[in-house]
């Protein structure tokens, strides 16, 4: 059965970080590429950051550009989401999701993953 679990969710003021955790339970992890998505109040899921199985290709929605960062260790079947700079407007339930495709260059398509996490709570106060 596979699981995905975030974790490092919270509340910070403007211009804090946060590190974000998914900690998936999946046969041969380094095959999949995973995904960050949000979602806040109002709006649709947006697409945020994504790594590639291997070598580890990045890929960033603009808005998030030059403060996040997605990273993976898989040896521990983990993948994070380094968030500085932090903005009210990245205030969103914010998921991992696991694609199992192996591009170079990572999906930014929410359909085509294909193991999504229960979310965990971001909130950026002003």
């Known amino acids: 059965q596979v699981q995905l679990i975030e974790s490092g969710g919270g509340l910070v003021q403007t211009g804090g970080s946060l590190r974000l955790s998914c900690a998936a339970t999946i046969r041969a992890f380094s095959s999949y590429t995973m995904g960050w998505f949000r979602q806040a109040p109002g709006k649709e899921r947006e697409f945020v950051a994504a790594i590639s199985w291997s070598p580890g290709n990045t890929r960033y929605a603009d808005s998030v550009k030059g403060r996040f960062t997605i990273s993976r260790d898989n040896a521990k079947n983990t993948v994070y989401l380094q968030m500085n700079s932090l903005k009210p407007e990245d205030t969103a339930v914010y998921y991992c999701?696991?694609?199992?495709?192996?591009?170079?260059?990572?999906?930014?398509?929410?359909?085509?993953?294909?193991?999504w996490g229960q979310g965990t709570q971001v909130t950026v106060s002003s």
């Open positions: 999701a696991a694609a199992f495709i192996m591009d170079l260059i990572p999906t930014m398509t929410a359909p085509t993953y294909n193991y």
